[in-house]
C-alpha cells in the first residue's frame, strides 16, 4: 500500500486558496464589452456614436467588409427599386395602347368613351407619378440612406484619432486659429462685406416668386407667427447679421426652411412639426441664417446668371413629381437645385455647394450656442432626415450633399471647441411644444388647404387618396 504523501493535503489546501484569489480578482476586474454589431450600430444615432465610438476597437478588415456589404445592399436595393420602375412603365405603356383602341374607335366621344377616357387618363398619371417617385427614391432617397450608414461606419473608425486633434489643438493655445474661430467676436466681426447690398436681391426673387406661383400661403395664425419670430430673433441678434431678419412662415407641409440674400427666412409647418425640440428647430434657423451672413445667395448668384434655368427648372419639377401642384419644395430649385428626371441643377455645377453647406454648418453650430441653444440640436435634426426612409422626406432637406461624415465630423468638432456657457444650454421650452400644438390646430381647420393651390398642369379629375398631413 503506497504511502500517501503527508504534505498533500496542505499543498492541495494552498493551491485552492490561490485559485479562489485569482478568480477573485478576475471577477473584479471589469468586464470587456463585446460591442455591436457593425449592422446595429450604423443605424444609431450620430451624437450616441461620437459620445461611444473610443468604446470600440474594430479591425479594418471588420470594417472594409461591412462597407462592402453596405455597398452590396445599396445596389440590390436599387435595382429592386429599377425593376419596379420598369413595371409601371411597362403597366403606362399598356394604357397608352388601351387609348389608342378608344381613339380608333370613333371620330368623337360619346358618354361611356368619354368615362373610359378619364378613367385611362387618371390611371395613366398616376401610375407616371409612382414611376417618378421610384426613380426619385432610386437616385437620391436610397443614396442619401446609404450615404448617412457609411457615415456613421466612417465615423466609428476615424472619430477617437478626430477627437484626439481637437484635444491636442486645445491644448496647444490654437483653436482660434480654425476657421471662424473668432467666436467671442460674433457679431462684430465681418465675415463678408455687403449683406446691405443683398437685400434688393432677395425682394427680387420673393417678388418673382410670388408672381410665378412658387409661393405657399402665409401662416395666419398670429401666435405660432409670434414664437418662431422671437426664437428666429434672438438668433439673429447673435449671430453676425448686419441686415435687419425678415421672417414669414408658411403653411406647407414640406420639411424645409430656406433663406433669400439679405436678411430673409422661410420657415415651413412641416419642418416645426418634425422637430421633436425647439434646439432642433433652433439649429436648422441659425443654419439657415448662416447662408445669409456668409452671402451665399449672393455669391451664387454673382457667379452664373442662372436664375432663370433654375427657374424652368422647377417648373418642369413640380408639374413632373407632383402633378402640377406646386408646393415650396419647387422654389429649392431657383436656391439650390432640384432632383428629378436627370435634371440635377445644382450648386456642385459650380463647384460651390460643398463648402458653402460646410460654412453654414459651422457658423449654424456657432449662432445656436451663442444664442443659448444646445448646438447639437441640428446633429440630431440632420440625422433624423438622413435616416428617414423615402425620398420625399429626404431630398427636400439634403439640398445639397456634401460627404455626410465631413458635415458630422465638422459640426461636432466646431461644438468641441466652442467655450463652455455659463448657463445650462437650452434643449427645449414650454413654447416649442405650445407651438406644435398650434400647427396641428391650424392644419385641422384647414385655414391654408382652403386656398386654392397653384399649379402649372390640368389634367383630368380623379379620384386620389387624400395627402397624409
Known amino acids: 500500500m503506497r504511502e500517501k504523501n503527508p504534505n498533500a493535503r ?66 440590390a436595393e436599387k435595382k429592386k427599386l429599377e425593376q419596379e420602375e420598369k413595371a409601371l412603365k411597362q403597366q403606362v405603356k399598356d394604357l397608352r395602347k388601351q387609348l389608342d383602341e378608344l381613339n380608333k374607335g370613333n371620330s368623337r366621344d360619346n358618354s361611356e368613351m368619354t368615362l373610359q377616357r378619364n378613367e385611362l387618363h387618371c390611371q395613366i398619371l398616376s401610375l407616371e407619378r409612382e414611376q417618378n417617385a421610384k426613380k426619385a427614391e432610386r437616385d437620391h432617397g436610397v443614396p442619401v440612406a446609404f450615404d448617412n450608414k457609411l457615415a456613421k461606419l466612417d465615423l466609428i473608425q476615424n472619430w477617437p484619432t478626430r477627437r484626439a486633434e481637437i484635444d491636442r489643438i486645445l491644448e496647444s493655445g490654437t483653436a482660434r486659429e480654425r476657421r471662424f474661430g473668432d467666436v467671442e467676436d460674433i457679431g462684430v466681426r465681418v465675415l463678408r462685406e455687403g449683406q446691405e447690398k443683398d437685400i434688393k436681391t432677395g425682394e427680387e426673387a420673393i417678388r418673382d416668386m410670388k408672381a410665378s406661383g412658387l409661393m405657399p400661403p402665409e401662416v395666419e395664425d398670429e401666435e405660432l407667427t409670434a414664437y418662431v419670430r422671437k426664437l428666429a430673433k434672438n438668433i439673429a441678434d447673435h449671430s453676425d447679421l448686419k441686415v435687419p431678419l425678415h421672417l414669414t412662415v408658411l403653411a406647407s407641409e414640406e420639411i424645409n426652411a430656406f433663406a433669400l440674400p439679405g436678411g430673409y427666412l422661410f420657415v415651413n409647418t412641416g419642418l416645426i ?95 445656436a450656442w451663442n444664442a443659448g441653444y444646445d448646438p447639437k440640436g441640428f446633429i440630431s435634426f440632420f440625422d433624423k432626415m438622413a435616416s428617414e426612409q423615402g425620398f420625399v422626406q429626404s431630398a427636400s432637406f439634403f439640398r445639397t450633399h456634401p460627404p455626410f461624415f465631413e458635415r458630422i465630423v465638422s459640426t461636432f468638432s466646431e461644438i468641441e471647441y466652442l467655450p463652455p456657457l455659463n448657463d445650462d444650454l437650452i434643449y427645449d421650452s414650454t413654447g416649442f411644444r405650445e407651438a406644435k400644438k398650434r400647427i396641428r390646430t391650424v392644419m385641422e381647420n384647414d385655414q391654408w388647404k382652403t386656398q386654392e393651390r397653384p399649379t402649372l398642369r390640368r389634367g383630368p379629375k380623379c379620384d386620389e387618396a387624400p395627402e397624409t398631413p
Do not use: C
Open 273 to 367: 412639426e418634425k422637430a421633436d425640440t425647439e434646439s432642433e428647430l433652433a439649429g436648422v434657423i441659425a443654419h439657415e441664417i448662416a447662408h445669409v451672413t456668409a452671402r451665399h445667395g449672393a455669391r451664387l448668384m454673382k457667379k452664373a446668371n442662372i436664375f432663370n434655368i433654375f427657374f424652368q427648372a422647377a417648373q418642369v419639377a413640380a408639374m413632373v413629381l407632383t402633378g402640377g401642384a406646386v408646393g415650396i419644395g419647387t422654389y429649392y430649385a431657383l436656391q439650390y437645385g432640384f432632383f428629378g428626371l436627370g435634371l440635377a441643377l445644382n450648386l456642385s455645377m459650380l463647384g460651390v455647394s460643398r463648402d458653402f453647406e460646410e460654412e453654414a454648418d459651422q457658423l449654424g453650430a456657432q449662432y
Open 10 to 75: 496542505r499543498i492541495f489546501a494552498v493551491g485552492l486558496s490561490g485559485l479562489l484569489v485569482w478568480t477573485n480578482l478576475w471577477a473584479s476586474w471589469p468586464a470587456v464589452e463585446t460591442p455591436p454589431p457593425l449592422a446595429e450600430l450604423v443605424r444609431e444615432p450620430y451624437l450616441v456614436l461620437l459620445e461611444r465610438a473610443q468604446e470600440w476597437n474594430f479591425s479594418k478588415k471588420e470594417v472594409e467588409a461591412f462597407r462592402k456589404d453596405l455597398k452590396n445592399q445599396e445596389k
